[in-house]
């Protein structure tokens, strides 16, 4: 078993960051209109038909994740052994040289598949997955074997405990989050000793195997990734710091490529698409499409830091496993509904920006699916009223909370947020980016921000859909960092 030597001082930074991911926000399918040659009355009857149904649920409660997706992997050779001798390493190199190790401890461990039953009723009886543990006591690894139930259990956080089977004998095991390739996470001790979680196996299957219960061939054909999810292991303030320029490069270059595609906008004609959509909407978005809406109320602005931990600790490979409860995908949460889906329609109405017809890969890859992001909320604030659209046009930071709403839900959300801005006395014009909170007199947000003279005040935005007003607060409060 290949060990890492690393000096004492590094040993001590190898501490718990922060408080493990978990809570509930629904997530909706982003919807689409064909602009072309319509009126905005016209696009948004469109959107309004296409507009998904409202989805209570998690995004620890997960989908299954394509077998397709697990296959578009690119190749990469073995991981090469990493070992510490002196260098002086700030503590995210650490995490991420362990991380590296990690892989290659479970790049060769068989995941422990167990059937059930005789002759035809043999099934298969759960799904294996493996931990690559670090144990700073002894300076070793250990590798856990768990197994999850098939089929999955329907887990929300906060409720009953998610049932599983220990195989690793000594070692103890408690879930701390998610269902699926992109959250589930264990935490790990042996005789009292914490184990740190630094790598995870998981498999992923044929889905239409399991629906026809050809056990044997789902064994077979399985796919396993090795991917760790975010884990207080790895929080580290350099990763949330990388994570962030990560998210900032590749926006930059999506919308380049865009510009240098000439790439018309459908929003305002005779203008490109590089210059619709600003790059702090597309980041945002990025974020809090993988934000729960409960793990932002009870954590605030560490939520985000999370996500962005993760993005700088995994870069292109971040949140291409996430598939909600409605089988979104990937880091901006497309769809495609056996092939007509969002993701779809975007690729047929945004012609010129040459995005990856298939879904599996364009929906998993972070810059194409950029691309994709910002045709799509192009063509939602197409569909807009025309004040809308000069509102954003003169403030687009402020109003982005109207695509980012169509985004979140199509133009049913944004009919709504106007409907309720005009019962809030807040016109287009006075809305502003969030003040500070008085302590003598504290709103309870959800909220907007209005400018009355020289004044900034919150204005709590009334219950018309839940989810989305979460959604905006998280907007609001996030879309500064990425300026």
């Known amino acids: 078993m290949k060990t890492i030597v690393l000096i004492p001082i590094l040993l001590s930074l190898l501490c718990s960051g922060c408080a493990s991911m978990g809570g509930a926000g629904g997530e909706e399918e982003p919807t689409l209109i064909d602009a072309a040659g319509d009126s905005p009355a016209e696009v948004a009857a469109s959107l309004e038909q296409a507009a998904p149904a409202p989805e209570v649920g998690s995004k620890q409660a997960e989908g299954e994740v394509p077998l397709a997706v697990a296959e578009s992997e690119p190749p990469s050779d073995k991981p090469e052994e990493v070992i510490v001798h002196g260098r002086n390493l700030n503590r995210h190199q650490v995490i991420q040289d362990l991380v590296a190790e990690a892989q290659s401890v479970l790049a060769d461990v068989e995941l422990q598949y167990v059937f059930t039953g005789k002759g035809k009723r043999q ?18 690894w250990t590798v856990a074997h768990i197994e999850l139930p098939r089929p999955p259990i329907k887990w929300q956080p906060g409720r009953r405990p998610l049932p599983f089977r220990m195989l690793t004998p000594g070692i103890q095991a408690k879930h701390v989050k998610g269902t699926g390739a992109e959250r589930l996470m264990f935490a790990f001790s042996q005789d009292g000793t914490p184990l740190k979680v630094y790598g995870r196996k998981f498999p992923v299957f044929d889905n239409n195997l399991l629906r026809r219960g050809q056990w044997r061939a789902v064994v077979q054909t399985a796919k396993p990734i090795i991917y760790l999810p975010f884990t207080e292991d790895t929080f580290d303030p350099g990763l ?42 597309i980041t945002t978005l990025a974020v809090i499409e993988q934000t729960d809406d409960a793990d932002y109320v009870s954590k605030q602005t560490l939520a985000f830091d999370e996500v962005l931990n993760q993005y700088g600790l995994k870069q292109e490979e971040a949140y291409r496993y996430s598939v909600s409860s409605a089988n979104a995908l990937g880091p901006m949460q497309f769809t495609n509904r056996r092939g007509n889906g969002t993701y779809s329609l975007v690729v047929r109405r945004c012609p010129r920006a040459k995005l990856d017809p298939v879904f599996e890969s364009g929906a998993t890859n972070l810059l194409n699916a950029m691309k994709a992001a910002v045709c799509l909320l192009d063509l939602e604030l197409a569909g807009m009223r025309a004040d809308i659209r000069r509102a954003y046009r003169d403030n687009p930071a402020v109003l982005g909370i109207f695509p980012v709403a169509a985004y979140n839900g199509g133009p049913r959300n944004v009919t ?14 006075e809305l502003s980016r969030p ?37 905006i607060e998280k907007y609001q409060s996030i879309v500064s960092l990425f300026e």
Request: aromatic letters at 8%.
């Open 123 to 140: 099934i298969l009886r759960g799904r294996p997955v493996a931990f690559a543990l670090w144990n700073e006591t002894k300076q070793e």
């Open 240 to 281: 949330v710091s990388a994570g962030r320029e990560f998210l900032v490069a590749t926006a930059r270059q999506a919308i380049e490529e865009l510009r240098l595609a000439e790439v018309p906008s459908a929003a305002f004609r005779g203008e490109l698409l590089a210059d619709s959509i600003p790059l702090q909407v």
């Open 416 to 429: 709504k947020l106007h409907r309720v801005l005009t019962r809030m006395k807040v016109k287009l014009d």
């Open 435 to 471: 003040g500070v909170q008085l302590a003598e007199a504290p709103v309870k947000c959800p909220c907007v921000w209005k400018a009355v003279g020289t004044e900034i005040r919150p204005v709590p935005i009334p219950r018309y859909n839940n989810e989305n007003r979460w959604y």
